[in-house]
């Protein structure tokens, strides 16, 4: 069973473009997470998306936004980039509604390295 | 909220001893606890996870310890091989949403 995939791996933006992040889950997953990881933050969580619907949501600007389609396939898309928004981005899916309250695991993927000049 | 943090940013161990490393975290409903490995360039993978309601829970050469008193969480690696050194961290279940500590670097001396 292929893993979750995440595209492209590498990006490199320049202040004030925007960018769109793709991710698809392993199959029959429905719910994609976005994380952004940074070296001093870890990893932080920018929202959570189910059958469609975003269903959680970090502490990140309007800048930030996701959306997931009738297959799971989930796409993020950052406006407006700003030199701290260089980070590598993280989807995870997992199996069924709500991960933590299933107790459900998260698999992530490799990650889009995004860099903004 | 939650607030998670790892008790050491770096860890050196020699090829076959054992490792250990630590997560704590802040809120006592915090309910599932995942342990995952991260090496250079990939993403996070699992490694193992352990419920509120146990304290203990072993895989291959893996094992975790909770202790919900003291809010703590811990690695451990058997037998510790040079595969084994990349960044690790615990994602802290709380409520509808994980949190995640910043890691540790572990690296495996030969």
């Known amino acids: 069973k292929a893993g979750v995939t995440q595209t492209p791996r590498y990006l490199i933006k320049t202040r004030g473009q925007q960018v769109t992040l793709s991710c698809s889950p392993i199959s029959g997953h429905r719910s994609v997470s976005w994380y952004q990881q940074t070296p001093g933050q870890g990893l932080q969580f920018l929202f959570e998306y189910f059958s469609e619907t975003q269903r959680n949501k970090g502490n990140f600007p309007g800048r930030f936004s996701g959306r997931q389609f009738s297959n799971s396939r989930s796409e993020m898309n950052v406006s407006t980039l700003e030199l701290g928004d260089s980070a590598l981005y993280l989807c995870?899916?997992?199996?069924?509604?709500?991960?933590?309250?299933?107790?459900?695991?998260?698999?992530f993927g490799s990650g889009t390295q995004l860099s903004v000049l | 909220g939650e607030s998670v943090g790892l008790h050491l940013p770096t860890l050196s161990v020699q090829e076959g001893d054992n490792s250990i490393i630590n997560c704590a975290y802040s809120?006592?409903?915090?309910?599932?606890f995942i342990w995952y490995k991260q090496e250079s360039g990939k993403g996070p993978q699992f490694i193992i996870d352990i419920r509120s309601n146990m304290d203990k829970r072993q895989g291959q050469r893996v094992t975790v310890l909770l202790n919900k008193t003291v809010k703590h969480l811990s690695l451990q690696i058997a037998a510790t091989q040079p595969g084994d050194s990349a960044v690790y961290f615990c994602?802290?279940?709380?409520?509808?949403?994980?949190?995640f500590g910043t890691g540790t670097s572990l690296t495996v001396i030969p």
């Open positions: 995870a899916s997992s199996l069924e509604a709500g991960s933590v309250l299933a107790n459900e695991k998260l698999f």
């Open positions: 994602a802290v279940g709380t409520g509808n949403q994980f949190y």
């Open positions: 809120n006592s409903a915090s309910d599932y």
